[in-house]
């Protein structure tokens, strides 16, 4: 969450789906929090999009981001580690997770992200080995 910031992007549950379609477009994202009069009721998705509007015949400016949100709302926490997210992620399909703090969302992070941490965490664990194999080499 550091590195990635705690940017949160929403949409009201009454707004049309194409209106949330351009806003993923233009915010180059995967999901928007759904909210009604403040509060985060349910999660919006391209993956709930190409379920229930286009394999559905649905008209996506006719139809509201309510009727086809994912009210199932898993979240985390800031103090979670990548692993138990990743599991998180894993076992319930999920490509993005909200994170709350105190009830209060704070951020979210994608499969992407999780995937890109675990990386470079390998990167600095092979950088890491490929210098203890030169300074044992220079020892001899």
Do not use: W
Request: proline fraction near 1%.
């Amino acid at each position: 969450m550091a590195k990635k910031g705690g940017t949160i992007y929403s949409i009201d549950a009454d707004e049309t789906v194409f209106d949330a379609l351009e806003d993923l477009i233009e915010k180059n994202i995967g999901a928007l929090i759904v909210t009604d009069h403040g509060r985060h009721i349910g999660i919006f998705t391209e993956r709930d999009y190409a379920r229930k509007v286009i394999l559905k015949g649905r008209a996506s400016k006719e139809t509201r981001v309510r009727e086809i949100m994912s009210d199932q709302l898993l979240t985390t926490t800031p103090d979670t580690d990548v692993e138990e997210c990743m599991e998180t992620m894993t076992r319930n399909r999920l490509r993005h997770l909200p994170v709350e703090d105190n009830f209060k969302l704070v951020g979210m992070i994608s499969i992407g992200d999780v995937v890109k941490y675990l990386i470079e965490i390998h990167e600095m664990i092979i950088d890491d080995l490929g210098h203890q194999i030169r300074d044992c080499k220079t020892d001899f």
